[in-house]
């Protein structure tokens, strides 16, 4: 059964950083493509960034230079570190799997980032 | 403001048919495929239909998807109390390298 959980998420000052880590289960991580998703509150879906075969790595402009994503294949996680957090960063994050035959096939809970002083 | 359009709400009555809208350009929906996930009150989203029309097992055939165009349905027959959630259309953006949503249509079971 594939299974992903979202950990990391918290509360956060303007211009601190954090990483937020999904621990996948019931495939590999490191044979499909995966992206995180992010929601603010009361708001629609954004894709955040995502990472492909051969580490390929892609953001949303709104992004670049500020959150980088990673994973680790032997634990099976996918990451994103965030820098230079704004408040406009404040959201729910959630990753995905994200085959390009079935976008977003799975999704985590999601973990609650809050940009705030 | 998202890339794509949707309608903020829809409602219909049990058992009913209701159809929502999703509305493109040239660089998303004329050249991808469309793909539909249902967010249930707070729960994460789900994959509903997959490459216009397309549904993952154990998705009921109550939910169908359609493209034409810019533009791409969803309707769901039947209608439920427990198909109360929120839906989004995506698809690829060729302009913007990435994919992108429809800001969502939150369907109300009257």
């Known amino acids: 059964e594939v299974q992903l959980v979202e950990s990391g998420g918290g509360l956060i000052q303007p211009g601190g950083s954090l990483r937020l880590s999904c621990a996948a289960s019931?495939?590999?991580?490191?044979?499909?493509?995966m992206s995180w998703v992010r929601q603010a509150p009361g708001k629609g879906l954004e894709w955040v960034s995502a990472?492909?075969?051969?580490?390929?790595?892609y953001y949303t402009d709104s992004v670049k230079g500020r959150f980088t994503i990673s994973r680790d294949n032997s634990k099976n996680t996918l990451y994103l570190q965030m820098n230079s957090l704004r408040a406009e960063d404040t959201a729910v994050y959630y990753c995905?799997?994200?085959?390009?035959?079935?976008?977003?096939?799975?999704w985590g809970q999601g973990t609650l980032v809050t940009v705030s002083s | 403001q998202s890339v794509l359009t949707q309608p903020p709400s829809a409602s219909g009555t049990p058992g009913q048919r209701v159809t929502i809208s999703c509305s493109g350009s040239s660089s998303n929906i004329a050249s991808n495929t469309v793909n539909w996930y249902q967010q249930l009150p707070g729960t994460a989203p789900k994959l509903l239909i997959y490459s216009n029309n397309q549904r993952p097992s154990g998705v009921p055939d109550r939910f169908s998807g359609s493209k034409s165009g810019t533009s791409a349905s969803l309707a769901i027959s039947g209608l439920q109390s427990e198909d109360e959630a929120d839906y989004y259309c995506a698809a690829w953006d060729d302009s913007l390298n990435g994919p992108v949503f429809g800001g969502g249509t939150k369907l109300t079971v009257l």
């Open positions: 995905a799997r994200d085959p390009p035959s079935r976008p977003f096939d799975y």
């Open positions: 019931g495939f590999t991580v490191s044979s499909t493509y």
């Open positions: 990472i492909h075969g051969g580490d390929n790595t």
